[in-house]
């Protein structure tokens, strides 16, 4: 598995790479430069996608085209 999916306290949803070369920190202070985008929810609430950058390069080996 290159990547794997983490809820937060907030559940939030993490997609951070697997094995990469750093540890990935779950906030916005994560050094990857980690984006995020709104989810709503079934409840009406929005969540958060956040999307990490793997800091090896593994999205310029894949054809998947997400992560």
């Given at each position: 598995?290159?990547?794997?999916?983490?809820?937060?306290?907030?559940?939030?949803?993490?997609?951070?790479?697997?094995?990469?070369?750093?540890?990935?920190?779950?906030?916005?202070?994560?050094?990857?430069?980690?984006?995020t985008?709104?989810?709503?929810?079934?409840?009406?609430?929005?969540?958060?996608?956040?999307?990490?950058?793997?800091?090896?390069?593994?999205?310029?080996?894949?054809?998947?085209?997400?992560?």
């Amino acid at each position: 598995m290159k990547w794997i999916n983490w809820a937060d306290e907030h559940w939030n949803v993490h997609c951070v790479p697997n094995d990469d070369l750093i540890a990935h920190e779950l906030t916005e202070e994560c050094p990857c430069g980690v984006t995020t985008e709104p989810c709503p929810r079934d409840d009406g609430t929005i969540g958060w996608l956040w999307t990490h950058n793997s800091l090896d390069g593994r999205e310029f080996n894949e054809t998947s085209g997400t992560p």
